[in-house]
């Protein structure tokens, strides 16, 4: 009976090793990309919230751009560009929700980084998308 529960502790004591051991993994996986760098380019974190963070400016640039252009009355397609700012929006959703997220001091979350990291470039080239339609 005392060998059993002998052998019990030790089972006991290596599960819970185990159990440490991918709990590290998966916290360790979590905070670094899988070998390729963040975003779509694999860049370097700094390298990649510097881009995301521009992507951001340029994301409610143009947003401020076609407010104005609208209240002016000087565009040729309004339509046109009312369906572009639409797109832009969202196209960068997830970029919107981090950024809300982060000012408010709440958890951005994995998946919601993953997300960013994903839609980051298309998000870019949605604003992008825009600037030539903003011409009168």
Same mark, same amino acid.
């Given at each position: *009976?005392?060998?059993?529960? *002998?052998?019990?502790?030790?089972? #006991?004591?290596? #599960?819970?090793?185990?159990?440490?051991?991918?709990?590290?993994?998966?916290?360790?996986?979590? +905070?670094? /990309?899988?070998?390729?760098?963040?975003?779509?380019? =694999? @860049? %370097?974190? &700094?390298?990649?919230?510097?881009?995301? !963070? &521009?992507?951001f400016? #340029? @994301?409610?640039? *143009? $947003?401020?751009?076609?407010?104005m *252009?609208?209240? %002016?009355?000087e565009?040729?397609? /309004? !339509?046109a560009?009312?369906?572009? !700012? @639409?797109?832009? @929006?969202?196209?960068?959703?997830? #970029?919107? &929700?981090?950024? %809300?997220?982060d000012?408010?001091?709440? %958890? $951005? =979350?994995?998946?919601?980084?993953?997300?960013? !990291?994903?839609? +980051?470039?298309?998000? &870019?080239?949605?604003?992008?998308?825009?600037? /030539?339609?903003?011409? /009168?």
């Amino acid at each position: *009976m005392f060998k059993n529960k *002998m052998m019990n502790v030790k089972s #006991l004591i290596v #599960l819970r090793s185990l159990a440490a051991l991918a709990i590290a993994a998966l916290i360790s996986g979590c +905070a670094v /990309p899988f070998f390729s760098g963040y975003g779509a380019n =694999g @860049q %370097s974190r &700094e390298d990649f919230e510097h881009h995301v !963070e &521009e992507v951001f400016k #340029l @994301q409610n640039r *143009m $947003t401020s751009e076609v407010m104005m *252009m609208l209240e %002016s009355d000087e565009v040729k397609k /309004p !339509e046109a560009l009312l369906q572009a !700012e @639409q797109h832009m @929006q969202q196209i960068c959703a997830d #970029l919107n &929700e981090y950024v %809300s997220r982060d000012i408010d001091g709440l %958890s $951005t =979350g994995l998946f919601l980084r993953r997300r960013v !990291e994903k839609s +980051a470039i298309d998000c &870019e080239q949605a604003a992008m998308a825009i600037k /030539p339609l903003l011409k /009168p």
